[in-house]
């Protein structure tokens, strides 16, 4: 049996949140109704790590967040109040450079013949010549002959552990030992001077040169010569090490060679011999630039830090999960999120090898014959898979479900009013002065992205399918450049992230998405001849046109450009277009697409329905450590979709008021005005609740600007990362300033600040609706940390700022006292929704729901789903569904469009004034004839009429926004 956790919460670790102050809030956690920690990685990751994915030892705690000791202490603290954790995990990819990944320093050391060659994704045999059996480190800050001429490549020897290196700032290099002679005979006339030539200090030096000269070649990768390399240069590299401590003379002569091959600034000629010594390298240093055209391992999207490691290699697996494995098999870890599962070869083969492993280290193994490959999970697993809306999950995975990207987008969208996406998108064209058309656009960056970041994963394709080509006589007169082209439509023209096709499974789903890609690829090439389409979609499906046996390298490069087609969307579309098109940013985020404005009741219902069939276990969430905006700056901006006409003027008025901070550079606005109008919405969507004073201002002011800087260079239009545009960034900063330069005489925020307050208003209200929601429907409620208060947070880093949890501890203790008072639960939910601004109202619907999750696990675990039918004139603004499991029924009824709707007098949804003649029909309840509201402890008696259940509105909505009622019989 599979142990499903009741509700999670995300922990972000790193140096300064740790295992000793996440044990310290594990009883807060258990009150506020939290099963299980849902914990960031914490192996070994690079040093000053803020997140942890940049791992350098999958074996080893990371030391900035704790040690077995403080880890255990946490583990105990978890076990003492019936808590657990889930662990993200990072099968994809590893942190290299620097100076703390031994295996990548291993590879750099030994090349094809290092014995972790084969754990990295490294084309060891590229077609540009100079790149054979290299890897191509492009780390440099210039050109290498520039940075080598400048001095800023070091050589170095380590005297304790006889060994050379080359340093660059952070970087180390190690030097390979069969180019040691290089150094240790450089001038070697010098040392002779000064030893007779049979003395034996000085003999010893020459057999070592002999030695190393002789060791096996890193090229020769058979068993035998890699072992004897191996073994052998750690034994001459002793030896050099025991010689230059027990010859002073020896060990002076090389420190002083190594000085002289360090060169000289300012004389070109010095650095002739140290550039001769790394030619002969297993990797070549070149300037960062040159990345996107001819890296040969395969990357993290396009950072050259993190590079793929191969998860099919059976060698791999089993290294980089033996600890993790040891921590399941202690019970200590008890669910896995995986981490960018897209980017693994066969993830498929990845999840069934993870559960066939956990189960054998759970002693399950003889009881289980498994004759057919694993289609069910046996373990808590969910992967962090990004969904298109016309995507579904396979359900031969083994897997729970995803992390819930698809809810965050299915239950926001929710609160977005489709009847004015016309005059919206209408505003927003004549407010930036063009039409965006997003399926142009996203198309667009994909295709700059292929060229400009991810040029040299193409490359490698295009030669492979060329490859292909050139051994069938019916496709040899493809030209190298024509099968270039062709698949930069392709994977331009790709639906989804990626398809994953396997030797023996091409699903209906993949084929669809492949066949409607080279469709589009089609329409949109220029190419004369387009059988090359054809030819490319017979390879991406494994179709029988290429005989019962597959040519060779035919598997390879699909499974190849399956890997490539997610890095290229993800880029393209969450890196790139959603900060260009801005009609309405809380569209613009992980797992969403802007161009579904709004979500109607049957889908929600709908999706909800098809989780329980299909993934009644998976993740939903609302808020993540990736999200572009948090959860409630999502609900506040949704509530101009209500307000499109209002939204317009007080645009007009803003642009007229900020007129005079505008730059112009070289007859261009700064900031442009699709800038100009993410500034708004961006201040409108995180101004804080609490009363702005000028040095919360100023505090403000800085968030803004960084996200600002951030936005325009990830939407590549004006300036970039990769080619930044200082004069306009300076410009986009002095508007921001000048904008929010002070709170007196400020016309601007005059005019904004009773605006940002109604609109904060409705937002509020949106965001108790959307948790009740993601609290009560099918799946694991997921809370990012700090986000039981009202957090309004941009895109990381800002929504990695540390959390104050001694404030919430000391605001659930008073909320459990408030409630206890003695005064009715309805008087104190009617005051905290009264004063909702100061969060307690959140904390308390959280709290209060968690709670009854935990007294009723199974309801909400195994509880089916059923839509609610609602009567009468405010109808539409109601979502209602039921959750029944055996003899338990609970009802989830939320509003919504607060600002179409309307208010009882006070500024609240509530009451009989504006609910009246609204009804939520019941469907047959079994002999429930009253229900207990959870949150507010009232007593609802159902309504008979013409043979059917209701409960009006005005009742479900007399002292609270949101309703949750519990059977009673």
């Known amino acids: 049996m599979i142990k499903i956790p009741r509700a999670t919460y995300r922990l972000q670790f790193n140096s300064q949140f740790t295992f000793a102050d996440a044990e310290a809030i594990v009883p807060y956690l258990h009150e506020l109704g939290v099963s299980h920690c849902y914990a960031s990685p914490y192996l070994k990751a690079r040093s000053g790590s803020p997140h942890g994915y940049d791992i350098v030892d999958h074996n080893a705690l990371n030391p900035e967040i704790g040690d077995e000791e403080t880890f255990s202490s946490w583990i105990l603290a978890l076990r003492r109040h019936e808590m657990g954790q889930i662990l993200d995990i990072v099968p994809n990819h590893m942190g290299v450079g620097g100076d703390d990944n031994g295996w990548w320093l291993d590879v750099l050391e030994h090349g094809p013949a290092s014995e972790y060659a084969g754990y990295f994704d490294i084309d060891w045999r590229p077609i540009k010549e100079e790149l054979r059996g290299k890897v191509l480190l492009p780390l440099l800050g210039d050109h290498y002959g520039t940075v080598l001429e400048k001095g800023e490549l070091e050589l170095t020897f380590d005297l ?200 054998d280290i759970q002693g399950e193994g003889e009881r289980n014959h498994f004759s057919h490959p694993i289609s069910k999970p046996n373990y808590y697993i969910v992967i ?41 998108e209408q505003l927003y064209s004549r407010f930036i002065g063009r039409s965006w058309d997003f399926d142009q656009l996203l198309y667009e960056r994909k295709k700059i992205i292929i060229r400009v970041q991810l040029s040299s994963e193409l490359t490698v394709l295009a030669n492979r399918l060329n490859s292909i080509a050139q051994r069938d006589r019916h496709t040899r007169d493809f030209t190298l450049n024509g099968l270039r082209e062709a698949l930069t439509e392709v994977v331009a023209c790709f639906p989804v992230y990626r398809t994953y096709v396997a030797t023996n499974q091409v699903s209906e789903e993949d084929k669809r998405f492949v066949q409607w890609a080279v469709v589009q690829a089609k329409k949109r090439s220029p190419a004369a001849d387009i059988s090359i389409f054809d030819f490319i979609q017979a390879i991406l499906l494994l179709e029988a046109s290429l005989r019962s046996e597959f040519p060779e390298g035919v598997i390879p490069f699909v499974m190849r450009f399956q890997q490539y087609t997610g890095p290229v969307m993800a880029k393209a579309l969450e890196d790139t277009a959603l900060y260009i098109y801005n009609y309405l940013v809380s569209l613009n985020d992980v797992g969403s697409d802007p161009r579904n404005f709004g979500v109607s009741l049957p889908s929600f219902h709908r999706a909800n329905q098809e989780r329980v069939q299909h993934w009644p276990h998976g993740m939903i969430t609302s808020s993540t450590h990736d999200s572009k905006r948090s959860e409630d700056v999502r609900a506040r901006l949704n509530v101009l979709s209500e307000i499109p006409e209002e939204w317009r003027k007080r645009l007009s008025r803003w642009t007229r008021i900020n007129r005079s901070k505008v730059r112009r550079l070289n007859g261009f606005r700064a900031p442009s005005r699709n800038d100009e109008y993410l500034f708004y919405q961006t201040v409108l969507g995180a101004w804080p609740l609490l009363e702005m004073s000028e040095e919360r201002l100023i505090n ?46 400020n016309p601007f925020l005059v005019d904004f600040i009773p605006f940002q307050k109604r609109v904060a208003r409705f937002g509020l209200l949106n965001g108790l609706s959307q948790l009740l929601l993601k609290l009560t429907v099918p799946g694991v409620p997921d809370i990012y940390q700090g986000n039981e208060l009202w957090e309004f947070q941009l895109v990381d880093p800002d929504n990695r700022h540390p959390v104050d949890f001694a404030l919430r501890q000391r605001m659930l203790q008073h909320l459990m006292l408030l409630i206890h008072s003695g005064q009715p639960l309805a008087f104190h939910t009617y005051e905290l929704l009264r004063n909702k601004e100061n969060s307690l109202v959140k904390l308390y619907l959280t709290w209060k729901v968690l709670s009854f999750r935990a007294r009723l696990p199974f309801l909400f675990e195994k509880g089916d789903y059923t839509a609610l039918s609602v009567h009468g004139a405010k109808a539409k603004h109601i979502c209602a569904f039921a959750r029944r499991h055996q003899n338990k029924l609970v009802l989830s009824v939320v509003p919504r469009w607060f600002a179409l709707l309307g208010d009882n007098g006070d500024g609240l949804p509530l009451g009989e004034s504006l609910w009246k003649g609204t009804w939520v029909e019941i469907p047959e309840v079994n002999g429930y004839e009253k229900f207990t509201n959870v949150l507010t402890d009232e007593i609802i008696t159902i309504v008979r009429n013409k043979g059917k259940n209701y409960i009006p509105a005005h009742k479900l909505f007399k002292n609270f926004s949101v309703s949750l009622l519990f059977g009673l019989k």
């Open 384 to 424: 962090e898979k990004i969904l298109a809306s016309y995507e579904h999950l396979p359900e031969n995975w083994p897997v729970c479900g995803t992390t819930g990207y698809e809810f965050a987008s299915l239950n926001n969208g929710l609160f977005i009013y489709p009847s004015s996406q016309k005059e919206f």
């Open 160 to 359: 304790e552990r006889g060994q050379f290196s080359l340093c660059f700032y952070h970087h180390r290099f190690p030097i390979d030992p069969n180019t040691y002679p290089d150094i240790l005979g450089y001038r070697m006339e010098r040392l002779a001077d000064h030893f007779p030539e049979e003395e034996v200090s000085f003999l010893e030096y020459q057999s070592l040169i002999t030695a190393f000269q002789h060791l096996p070649s890193r090229h020769d990768t058979s068993d035998e010569k890699r072992a004897e390399r191996l073994r052998d240069c750690a034994i001459y590299k002793r030896r050099l090490a025991e010689s230059c401590r027990k010859y002073p003379a020896i060990g002076a002569f090389v420190l002083d060679t190594v000085a002289v091959l360090n060169g000289v600034v300012e004389q070109p000629e010095s650095f002739n011999q140290l550039h001769y010594l790394l030619e002969r390298q297993a990797y070549r240093l070149a300037y960062w630039r040159v990345a996107a055209d001819e890296i040969n391992y395969r990357r993290f999207f396009d950072i050259n830090d993190l590079a793929g490691l191969r998860m099919e290699n059976q060698a791999v697996f089993e290294t980089t999960h033996r600890f993790i494995l040891e921590l399941v098999k202690k019970g200590e870890v008890d669910g896995l999120r995986i981490d960018h599962p897209d980017g693994l070869y066969d993830p498929l083969s990845y999840y069934q090898h993870l559960n066939k492993k956990i189960i």
């Open 700 to 745: 403000f002011q800085g968030r803004i600007e960084a996200y600002m800087l951030k936005a325009i260079k990830e939407a590549k239009v004006h300036t970039s990362w990769i080619n930044p545009n200082i004069e306009y960034e300076t410009a986009v900063v002095h508007f921001v300033r000048n904008a929010l330069g002070n709170l007196e005489k």
